[in-house]
């Protein structure tokens, strides 16, 4: 199979083309594949629409979108994308983490860089956002800042909650990184891992005998799925959260920081716009985060008795009141 061109951005990757032109329909269509459920981000794929229509595509009009939802069962992904490759897509979308088999690693915290075909043989992607040079090892993402945050809002706390899904790509690199920052704060980490719908709850049950004064949740399509449980769960046990997207908080949850999905996905739809007008991805610029959100629930911080210090009530892009 011919070796494919594949580029990544925040939170989503792009890749293209996968057939070639002259085999391809009038209109040019394009592959959306998702490990989420189309539920959860209907809000995103109109912001994907948009961006694409800024490049002069309209889906109906001058565009197919083929869309693939694999509804939080990662092991669906590979046959998923085959499918779409049957379609003869011009080009490949990714959004959340892409395929656990097919696309390696990928994080809405990291950048990843091509580094050789996709899809006939499994691809080598360097993640931007880690460097490794002379066995150290750089910072990815805003992980840190939210147990930074989170710190402010309960200065007292000395253990913390993790929840992440440890067949995630980056879940090691999430958990060290925050055990690092914990350790030089003098809080304890307590890990929670959930892979399956089933074990979400599961994980959420251990951390109430270990007294969690605090959690802090991981970006993860699983949990993005199941945010109002998430967000009940804090509320109901009186333990605050702090998420890395903004529609947590919109869904009641106290505090969220990390880029903005929607800013991510419109993003996605001019590089997909542009490649289908000629560009090659490997001229395309790698694209990093541009705009991270520091959301706040006034309400939520009043029914867990928490005062939120002016320090970051001034850095908060928005207080939900």
Same mark, same amino acid.
């Given at each position: 199979? &011919?070796?494919?061109?594949?580029?990544?951005?925040?939170?989503?990757?792009? %890749?293209?083309?996968?057939?070639?032109?002259?085999?391809?329909?009038?209109?040019?269509?394009?592959?959306?594949?998702?490990?989420?459920?189309?539920? +959860?981000?209907?809000?995103?794929? %109109?912001?994907? +629409?948009?961006?694409? @229509?800024?490049?002069?595509?309209?889906? *109906?009009?001058?565009?197919?979108?083929?869309?693939?939802?694999?509804?939080?069962?990662?092991?669906?992904?590979?046959?998923?994308? $085959?499918?779409?490759?049957?379609?003869?897509? $011009?080009?490949?979308?990714?959004? *959340?983490?892409?395929?656990?088999?097919?696309?390696?690693?990928?994080?809405?915290?990291?950048?990843?860089?091509?580094?050789?075909?996709?899809? @006939?043989?499994?691809?080598?992607?360097?993640?931007?956002?880690?460097?490794?040079? &002379?066995?150290?090892? %750089? +910072?990815?993402?805003?992980?840190? #800042?939210?147990?930074?945050?989170?710190?402010?809002?309960?200065?007292?706390?000395?253990?913390?909650g993790l929840l992440v899904n440890p067949s995630s790509p980056v879940a090691t690199l999430q958990i060290a990184e925050l055990q690092e920052v914990a350790r030089a704060a003098g809080v304890q980490v307590q890990i929670l891992k959930a892979v399956r719908e089933d074990e979400l709850s599961v994980a959420l049950a251990e951390l109430l005998p270990r007294r969690a004064d605090a959690m802090?949740?991981?970006?993860?399509?699983?949990?993005?799925?199941?945010?109002?449980?998430?967000?009940?769960?804090?509320?109901?046990?009186?333990?605050?959260?702090?998420?890395?997207?903004?529609?947590?908080?919109?869904?009641?949850?106290?505090?969220?920081? *990390?880029?903005?999905? #929607?800013?991510?996905?419109?993003?996605? *739809?001019?590089?997909?716009?542009?490649?289908? #007008?000629?560009? #090659?991805? %490997?001229?395309?610029?790698?694209?990093?985060?541009t705009k991270f959100e520091l959301v706040i629930n006034r309400h939520t911080a009043k029914a867990l008795g928490l005062t939120i210090p002016d320090s970051i009530l001034l850095r908060a892009d928005e207080?939900?009141?």
């Amino acid at each position: 199979m &011919r070796r494919r061109e594949f580029i990544t951005l925040l939170g989503g990757a792009v %890749a293209g083309p996968l057939a070639a032109r002259a085999q391809q329909p009038a209109m040019p269509v394009i592959g959306f594949l998702h490990p989420a459920s189309p539920e +959860r981000y209907s809000h995103l794929v %109109a912001a994907f +629409r948009k961006g694409l @229509g800024e490049t002069g595509f309209v889906e *109906g009009q001058n565009v197919v979108i083929e869309y693939r939802w694999a509804k939080g069962q990662f092991n669906l992904l590979p046959a998923l994308a $085959a499918d779409l490759v049957t379609r003869q897509v $011009a080009v490949l979308v990714t959004g *959340g983490s892409p395929d656990r088999e097919i696309g390696d690693s990928n994080n809405s915290d990291c950048v990843q860089r091509q580094r050789s075909g996709w899809p @006939g043989s499994r691809p080598q992607l360097e993640p931007s956002g880690w460097q490794h040079h &002379r066995g150290e090892r %750089a +910072r990815c993402g805003p992980g840190p #800042k939210r147990l930074e945050l989170l710190r402010e809002l309960v200065p007292n706390a000395v253990s913390v909650g993790l929840l992440v899904n440890p067949s995630s790509p980056v879940a090691t690199l999430q958990i060290a990184e925050l055990q690092e920052v914990a350790r030089a704060a003098g809080v304890q980490v307590q890990i929670l891992k959930a892979v399956r719908e089933d074990e979400l709850s599961v994980a959420l049950a251990e951390l109430l005998p270990r007294r969690a004064d605090a959690m802090v949740v991981t970006a993860d399509p699983l949990f993005n799925d199941h945010r109002d449980q998430l967000v009940a769960f804090a509320a109901h046990h009186a333990i605050p959260t702090i998420y890395e997207w903004r529609e947590y908080v919109d869904a009641g949850g106290l505090v969220s920081y *990390g880029a903005s999905l #929607k800013d991510t996905f419109h993003q996605l *739809g001019i590089y997909a716009g542009r490649i289908l #007008k000629g560009a #090659k991805p %490997a001229d395309l610029p790698i694209e990093q985060p541009t705009k991270f959100e520091l959301v706040i629930n006034r309400h939520t911080a009043k029914a867990l008795g928490l005062t939120i210090p002016d320090s970051i009530l001034l850095r908060a892009d928005e207080v939900i009141e």
